[in-house]
Each structure stands twice: as structure tokens, then as C-alpha cells.
């Protein structure tokens, strides 16, 4: 193995002891603003979705190929990302998908079409996989082993706010300019992240001996852009004939792709790890609780601005009980993480998620505005209270050498969930009259709720300890 980068120390040393204060503090706040800026920007765009349907004379439902396209780029190259950040160093991937993100932000600001934005997105997708592929790998590196957990509970609390506060973002950028400067803010905040990760975070340039996978790459990207097209061909009420070759396409790609994955010492796709039960049971809830989330953050602007009747500053400010209550439980689970399982967080937070989604469900035309608050900050604080634990635990049941796997996983179960969240959210607007899709919807982000307290109980038996190898 050779180490290229003396002035950062060895990684090996790193993974042991982390790096030192205050430099660790540095590395942690550019690790956030890149983290942020790539999961705000796909829910950053929701509340002016109503917006850009009339501007550019498109349906509801095809409008949010706005927000599948960023997400098909992302779920169908992140975990081959992640194994470039195994092979050729984290610390570079991560760099080049900031500045990449950068310029693709600059395109979505001057787009002028709905296909030109469309296509930007998908080029700015590309560039937040490189982000997030290795972004949990990087917390390994920064944080000593003792202190582990406590980094994942802060990345978890970053994501899941930056998440949910998107739409109140929006709002306050909409009331004082156009939508164009929703892609605008990523610039400054990607060229902060640039310089703070070049100087501060760790470079893991170490080479591991082994080439890149280009087979499984190709393999990996058209099984889940199968999976995903497949699933928007239900949702756009595609040809029968052309969603059952699809179906056939995926049935024979995706056998094929774990078959290769299967044989494999580190495969791309990290069938290994699914051998862990606590690491599979979370995946699987992850999945759950994401979908969850984007059937209510999807559909409930078109609620509150079509059928409530308010403008888009005041949905973005309805909406921002759910990030407050979000980073006001994320840390505090971060805390009961150590004296509680994870299971048993996971499965109250879940329980308090599906409440308020379905209280949701039940709002009417004229209702106040104490009424829509107190239900999102019931979704808010259940949403923190489960996410910190749940992605603790993917990262800690892993081995440290599986640290890359194990990030693209995480990044790919939430990514699934919020592509299939939308796609279900473009489905239902296509089949449920106009007046009750958004209830129907929460009442379906509720079932996944559900499913997910029920998984996250399931994880009780197994046991769980906070640690950074195995």
C-alpha cells in the first residue's frame, strides 16, 4: 500500500485516533455544509413545484421528474462511488463531487426549459452521489473510535434536518426572489465546503490493492435505474407492454448483478453486510421511514397552496415546525443511543411519525394554522428521534474495512425511499382526485411509518454496541 498525502498523516492512524482538536471541529463543518447542500436540494425544490408546473405548462405528476431525475442519478451511481472512494481515496471523491456540484447547480439556475432543468438535475445527482458515497466512510477517519457514535448522530441529525427543512428554506427564498435562486444558494455554500474539506479533512489515499469494477458499475446502475424507471412507468401510466419489458430487463439484470456480487471478496453492491441481521432489519426500515417522509413532504405543498389556499412563503413557514422539532430530538437520541437500544428509539420515533402523518390525513379546508403546526412537529420529533440510531447502527454493525459499503448502503436505502416517497406521491395525484390525493398519500406515508416501528422492533433480539470495527 502506498500513502501519498504525508502532510495528512497516515489513514490507518486516523481510523485508530481521529484528528486532533481543533482541526477534527473544521473537517466536521465541511463535512456538514457539503452533506446539507446535497440532501437540501432534493427537497429544497418541493414547495415550488406548483410553481414551475404552471411556468412550464407541465402536469403535477410529470413535474416531479424535477426531483426522480436527481434521485434516479444519485440511487444508480452511489455505491459505485463509494468503491472509487475505497480504491482511489475518499477524500478525493468527495472534493471533485463538490466542485462538480457546484458548476451543476450554476446550470439548474440558468435553466430556461422544463427538459434543460431536468437534465441539470440529473448532471447535479451525479455530483451529490460522489458527496454522499463516502461521506460517512470520512467520519470514521475524523472521529477516535471511542467518539464514534457521536459522529453518526451528528451526520443522521444533518441529514435529517437538512431534509425536512427544505421546504421552509424555500420559502423564505421564494418570498424575495424566483425560483432560480433555489439552485443559485448551492454555490456559495459548495465553494465554502470546497475549501474547508481541502484544508481540514483527512486524505485517505491509501490504495487497496484491488481495480475498479466497471462491470459491476454498469450492472449496479441499470438495475436500479430498472427499478426505479419501472416504478415512474406505474406512476405516468406507461404502456402495459413497455412496463412488462422493463420488468423482464429487471428480472434478468438484477439476477445477474447480485449473482456477480455473490462471488465476490468486496462486492459493489455489499450483499455481504445484508448477512448481518441488525445491519438488514435497519436498511430495511430506513427504506420505510424515507418513503414515508417524502409522501408527506411531496404532497402536502399542493395541500396547503391549492386547497388551504396559502402562498408559497407561508407553506414554507407552516412547514418549519418539522426541522425544529427534527433538531431539537436529533441530538437527545443521539444521547438515549447509548442506554437505550436502538430498536426500541426507533420504534417510538416510528409510532410518533405515523401519529402525526396521519393527524395530517385528517386536516380540513379552513383548519388553523395551530393545527397544521402541532402535527408536523409531531412527524419532526418522531423523524429525529428514530434517524440517529438507525443510521448509528447501519455504520456500527459493519467492519471498519466495509466502511465505504456500509456508507453507500445507508445513502442508497434513503434514497430509495424518498424515489419511491415521490413516485407513489406522482401515482396517486394521477389516480385520486385532486381534492383528496394529498390525504391519501399521508395516510400511505402512515403504513410506512407503521411498517417501519414494527421492523425497528424487530431489532430488540439482536444485540447492538456502539463501535467503529469489529
Not at 173 to 194: D, E, K, Q
Not at 352 to 368: D, E, H, Q, R
Not at 408 to 427: D, H, S
Request: aromatic share 10%.
Amino acid at each position: 500500500m502506498v500513502v501519498s498525502d504525508n502532510l495528512n498523516g497516515n489513514a490507518a492512524a486516523f481510523a485508530s485516533d481521529g484528528l486532533p482538536m481543533p482541526r477534527r471541529i473544521w473537517a466536521v463543518v465541511a463535512i456538514s455544509f457539503a452533506i446539507c447542500m446535497s440532501v437540501l436540494d432534493i427537497n429544497i425544490i418541493n414547495v415550488a413545484l406548483p410553481t414551475l408546473s404552471v411556468e412550464f405548462d407541465v402536469s403535477p405528476s410529470t413535474v416531479t421528474w424535477i426531483i426522480n431525475g436527481y434521485q434516479l442519478a444519485i440511487v444508480m451511481t452511489l455505491l459505485a462511488f463509494s468503491s472509487l472512494g475505497d480504491i482511489y481515496g475518499y477524500h478525493r471523491v468527495y472534493l471533485w463531487g463538490i466542485a462538480c456540484f457546484c458548476v451543476t447547480s450554476l446550470a439548474c439556475a440558468l435553466s430556461d426549459s422544463f427538459w434543460m432543468l431536468t437534465v441539470a438535475r440529473v448532471l447535479q445527482g451525479l455530483s451529490a452521489a460522489a458527496i454522499t458515497s463516502v461521506n460517512t466512510a470520512q467520519l470514521r477517519t475524523i472521529y477516535p473510535r471511542s467518539k464514534i457514535g457521536r459522529g453518526m448522530g451528528i451526520n443522521a441529525m444533518v441529514v435529517a434536518i437538512s431534509a425536512a427543512a427544505g421546504p421552509s428554506i424555500a420559502g423564505g427564498i421564494l418570498a424575495v426572489a424566483s425560483w432560480h435562486w433555489l439552485f443559485a444558494i448551492n454555490i456559495p455554500l459548495g465553494l465554502t465546503a470546497l475549501i474547508l474539506g481541502y484544508k481540514f479533512l483527512p486524505r485517505k489515499e491509501q490504495r487497496s490493492g484491488r481495480r475498479f469494477d466497471t462491470v459491476s458499475a454498469v450492472g449496479n446502475a441499470l438495475t436500479f435505474g430498472l427499478l426505479i424507471y419501472t416504478l415512474e412507468g406505474f406512476a405516468h401510466h406507461e404502456r402495459t407492454d413497455y412496463i412488462v419489458i422493463q420488468l423482464i430487463l429487471l428480472a434478468v439484470i438484477g439476477t445477474w448483478y447480485v449473482r456477480r456480487q455473490l462471488g465476490q471478496s468486496s462486492p459493489m453492491f455489499p450483499v455481504d453486510l445484508l448477512r448481518i441481521p441488525i445491519f438488514t432489519l435497519s436498511v430495511i426500515t430506513s427504506v420505510c421511514s424515507f418513503t414515508a417522509q417524502m409522501l408527506a413532504m411531496v404532497s402536502l405543498p399542493f395541500f396547503l397552496q391549492n386547497v388551504m389556499g396559502y402562498n408559497e412563503v407561508m407553506t414554507g413557514l407552516l412547514i418549519t415546525p418539522w426541522p425544529i422539532a427534527t433538531l431539537v430530538m436529533a441530538p437527545v437520541a443521539g444521547y438515549l443511543i447509548e442506554r437505550i437500544h436502538p430498536g426500541v428509539l426507533g420504534s417510538i420515533g416510528m409510532s410518533m411519525f405515523c401519529v402525526g402523518l396521519v393527524a395530517l390525513a385528517f386536516l380540513k379546508p379552513g383548519a388553523a394554522e395551530v393545527d397544521v403546526i402541532w402535527r408536523l412537529a409531531l412527524c419532526g420529533a418522531g423523524f429525529g428521534l428514530f434517524q440517529t440510531p438507525n443510521n448509528s447502527t447501519i455504520i456500527s454493525s459493519a467492519p471498519t474495512e466495509r466502511s465505504g459499503g456500509a456508507s453507500g448502503m445507508l445513502g442508497t436505502a434513503r434514497l430509495l425511499g424518498q424515489t419511491l416517497g415521490t413516485t407513489l406521491v406522482a401515482l396517486l395525484f394521477g389516480l385520486v382526485s385532486h381534492d383528496n390525493s394529498t390525504m391519501v398519500c399521508l395516510f400511505l406515508g402512515g403504513g410506512f411509518a407503521l411498517a417501519a416501528a414494527v421492523i425497528s422492533g424487530l431489532r430488540v433480539s439482536q444485540p447492538f454496541t456502539l463501535r467503529s470495527n469489529r
